[in-house]
């Protein structure tokens, strides 16, 4: 098997200075993860690494030519995004006039009217989620720039700021708490300072817990992660106009936020005495499909722009002959011959989301009757089901890597992804963990600006009873455009790991001091 560029594979043996196996030759004595299991599963599992290594060598990297995978989940989804638009078209106006009804049935305080419920203009909706996903595509575009410029100020920050703020609030919850003792009952109930105490006090006691870990357990991983922010920050530099493809996905995402909103908004208010007069079920039937045609909308926008990185930072790694321009390529290849495998990879994880929601509002309405048993059996299964949609994700994002670089459908990049890093060195997987952190801080603070942004917005659009509307729809908003913007170094980490993990030789030319680190950490050593 040989790289579009004519560059050898280099398949090295267990004794070689390397991060991974052989899956032609490797049998289970090789891998600490088989050792424990039995001979009838390790062999199923070699089986399975076997595969993968074939595909491998069968499928190369970046090929000419590129067929369209897994065809049918693109056209399930373009049906349903069509599907979606025309429902929010049709519901849009008896979602108006329904909001319209009832603007009128509330008046402000401050006017002196008495209120049982308000309900904001429905143009107060779609601006103050606009307006959140403008702010956060904003704040993303400048902490993206700030970490090419001081990647190592970013990753310290990313770790630091969670344990800060867990402090600050707890500090803040002190204070009220001693003020409401000082001046008496006029800011909480009576024997609600003592409550607010102790809260106060779990929250800088966890805030504590948290930056000690990082202090002590994280601080050899940092500046590991330093150098691949680093690395991911080169090729930003030499490819800026990743940065507008990181803006455009974040603009389609926060559209089909609103729509997808608006479909089953006018859907429920239209039909809302009808859902609830039938079984439960039907309700909860339709929660699973909002959530399921909202996430996976998602999803794909999200798995698009995961796929165009990782087709960046790979056509910048192997040097292709269009490596100096690789954002158009890499472009075409998500939207066209991988974007069914996108489909697929983010329908699975949909369904798991969406069944987490169910499973969520069923506890609640437990929780609501006073079955306490019911409602622990369910938060159990909603944890069992949140960690298995957790896995998913992580591990969509490995083998969508292959589908950037080597043009395979969903399956075919899962079976080579398990190969790749069953083969590696476990720490090949742990040392990117602390990138969630960077990420999860980058979509805080997208969802912040967002949350601010949107509750402006509703504010002087509608009054202040639409601050609170605006603040929770602009933070939605906020948080899903944001997390779309900072996932380019998500995506350029993890293509660099597993083009490393394959073909070390690339990086040794262009970061030698990386690739050296790479085998030290790989191979059990440290330089820290």
């Known amino acids: 098997h040989k790289h579009s560029e004519g560059r050898q594979v280099r398949w090295p043996t267990a004794m070689a200075r390397s991060v991974r196996l052989n899956p032609a030759t490797v049998t289970a004595d090789h891998l600490p993860a088989l050792r424990s299991l039995s001979d009838e599963k390790a062999d199923r599992k070699l089986e399975e690494v076997r595969h993968g290594g074939e595909l491998m060598e069968e499928m190369e990297v970046f090929p000419d030519h590129r067929s369209c995978q897994d065809v049918w989940w693109l056209v399930i989804f373009l049906l349903t995004v069509l599907g979606t638009f025309f429902v929010a078209f049709w519901y849009s106006e008896g979602l108006i006039r329904w909001s319209d009804a009832h603007i009128n049935t509330v008046g402000y305080l401050a006017y002196g009217y008495h209120t049982s419920s308000w309900v904001p203009n429905i143009w107060t909706l779609v601006g103050s989620g606009a307006m959140g996903a403008a702010c956060s595509v904003l704040t993303a575009f400048i902490i993206v720039l700030l970490m090419h410029r001081c990647p190592s100020c970013m990753v310290w920050t990313s770790l630091l700021i969670g344990p800060i703020v867990m402090m600050v609030f707890g500090v803040l919850i002190f204070v009220f708490a001693a003020a409401s003792g000082i001046y008496g009952s006029g800011y909480t109930e009576p024997g609600s300072a003592m409550i607010l105490t102790i809260t ?19 601080k050899s991983l940092i500046p590991f992660m330093i150098k691949l922010v680093e690395v991911v920050g080169d090729v930003m530099e030499e490819h800026p106009s990743v940065l507008l493809l990181a803006l455009v996905g974040s603009i389609i995402a926060a559209i089909w936020s609103v729509v997808s909103g608006m479909a089953f908004a006018g859907v429920y208010v239209t039909h809302r005495d009808t859902i609830h007069d039938q079984h439960a079920s039907v309700f909860y039937m339709v929660i699973f499909l909002a959530t399921l045609i909202n996430v996976w909308g998602a999803q794909v926008s999200s798995g698009v722009c995961h796929v165009a990185y990782c087709g960046v930072f790979g056509r910048w790694y192997f040097q292709t002959k269009d490596s100096h321009s690789p954002v158009m390529p890499s472009v075409g290849s998500a939207v066209t011959s991988s974007f069914g495998s996108v489909c697929f990879g983010s329908l699975l994880v949909a369904i798991v989301d969406a069944v987490q ?37 992580y591990f969509n994002d490995w083998a969508y890597v292959q589908c950037a670089i080597r043009g395979a459908s969903f399956c075919e990049g899962a079976r080579i992804s398990i190969a790749l890093l069953t083969c590696a060195n476990a720490q090949f997987i742990i040392r990117d963990l602390l990138l969630r952190s960077l990420v999860n801080m980058s979509a805080m603070m997208c969802a912040i600006t967002g949350a601010a942004g949107g509750g402006l917005t509703g504010y002087l659009l509608d009054g202040l009873p639409a601050l609170v509307i605006g603040i929770f729809l602009g933070g939605y908003s906020g948080m899903v455009a944001g997390y ?41 050593g440290t330089t820290y």
């Open 484 to 524: 779309g913007s900072v996932s380019v170094i998500n995506s350029g980490v993890k293509t660099i790991l597993a083009n490393w993990a394959e073909d070390p030789a690339p990086l040794e030319q262009t970061h030698p001091d990386i690739a050296e680190e790479f085998h030290m950490r790989m191979s059990g």
């Open 200 to 218: 106060g006090c779990v929250f800088i006691a966890f805030g504590i817990c948290m930056l000690t870990c990082v202090c002590c357990c994280y």
């Open 357 to 393: 929601k169910v499973v969520g509002m069923m506890r609640s309405q437990a929780q609501e009757d006073g079955n306490m048993v019911m409602c622990i059996v369910l938060l159990v299964v909603e944890c069992f089901i949140g960690c298995i949609g957790d896995i998913l994700e």
